[in-house]
């Protein structure tokens, strides 16, 4: 953790909570209710049992190493020596969603933001926003993957480079974030699997993105995926298929600056989207997808 430069102790609607200059806050363990460790119990046990078979295996063993369970919710301080022991990244707290520089500084400097407080109960199927369960449950375990960690670092850095390019750049860079390390899924001997945080935090995702018939299933296809819009909003309409995060690390170690200047000349894809270029593993009935074609 940072040492405090100036603690300021800020009214916010889940309580007075210490906030650095940093924009870090320390997790406040001990004043978690018995509701929230019952909220982390409650999501944590329900998609362990969905992942089984679902999650590809170093997501799983990595939650092992870390020694989350469904008991009460994780001590930062806890997690953060195996973390650093495994792949020098750290968590540190933060209040919720931060200026997209903020958070791309973090990651290129190996250090994962955290959100500290947990939903409520009644937001246990979905929420608008990342939580503690999304980021700590659904985020922080592929750090412990070596290939997967120098991956954000990289990609920390890369968008702070994109960010002094161009906005579209920087969308460009984001849709990337947004169809790997949130929504992604990875190829292995037994058949698809997931490693997307945002698809791990969610029940109904989990099945819906390996076993519909409605969506459809991409090969990774570094340019497809900066040119595909996406929707916060529902189930995604295309998932991309990683076949390693080897691949993945591989494909951006370029410099993407021409890729950039290259992407400016050609229209976005939308999210349902095939093109006869794509590497098409399944072509979605597109069953249940909102009527709006636009989008
Ligand atoms: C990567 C993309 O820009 C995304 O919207 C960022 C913005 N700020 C964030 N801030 C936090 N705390 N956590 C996140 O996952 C993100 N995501
Ligand atoms: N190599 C990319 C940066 C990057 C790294 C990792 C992921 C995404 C982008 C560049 O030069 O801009
Ligand atoms: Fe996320």
């Known amino acids: 953790m940072n040492t405090p430069r100036r603690v300021e102790h800020q009214q916010t609607d889940r309580g007075t909570i210490p906030v650095y200059a940093t924009g870090v806050v320390e997790q406040p363990w001990d004043d978690y209710t018995s509701v929230d460790h019952h909220v982390w119990g409650e999501l944590f046990a329900r998609q362990r049992e969905v992942l089984a078979g679902r999650a590809c295996q170093e997501f799983l063993d990595s939650q092992n190493v870390l020694q989350m369970t469904a008991d009460a919710i994780p001590k930062f301080s806890e997690l953060n020596p195996i973390l650093r022991e495994a792949t020098g990244w750290e968590l540190v707290g933060v209040e919720g969603l931060l200026p997209e520089y903020t958070f791309f500084e973090h990651l290129a400097n190996r250090r994962f933001p955290v959100t500290w407080w947990i939903r409520k109960p009644e937001q246990i199927d979905y929420i608008s926003e990342p939580d503690l369960f999304h980021d700590l449950f659904g985020h922080v375990p592929l750090l ?152």
């Open 144 to 295: 412990m993957n070596p290939i997967f960690a120098d991956y954000m670092e990289a990609y920390g850095r890369g968008a702070l480079k994109a960010h002094g390019i161009s906005e579209e750049a920087l969308l460009n860079l984001t849709r990337l974030y947004w169809y790997t390390v949130e929504f992604g899924l990875i190829r292995t001997a037994a058949g698809l699997r997931i490693y997307g945080a945002g698809i791990v935090s969610s029940k109904g995702e989990s099945i819906y993105c390996l076993e519909s018939d409605a969506p459809n299933r991409i090969g990774f296809d570094l340019e497809r995926i900066m040119r595909a819009q996406y929707r916060i909003d529902t189930y995604q309409q295309t998932y991309f298929v990683i076949d390693s995060f080897e691949q993945l690390f591989e494909a951006t170690l370029p410099d993407f600056t021409p890729i950039y200047a290259r992407l400016a000349n050609q229209p976005s894809i939308r999210a349902r989207d095939v093109l006869d270029s794509d590497d098409v593993i399944h072509r979605g009935t597109r069953e249940g997808f909102a009527t709006d074609e636009d989008a």
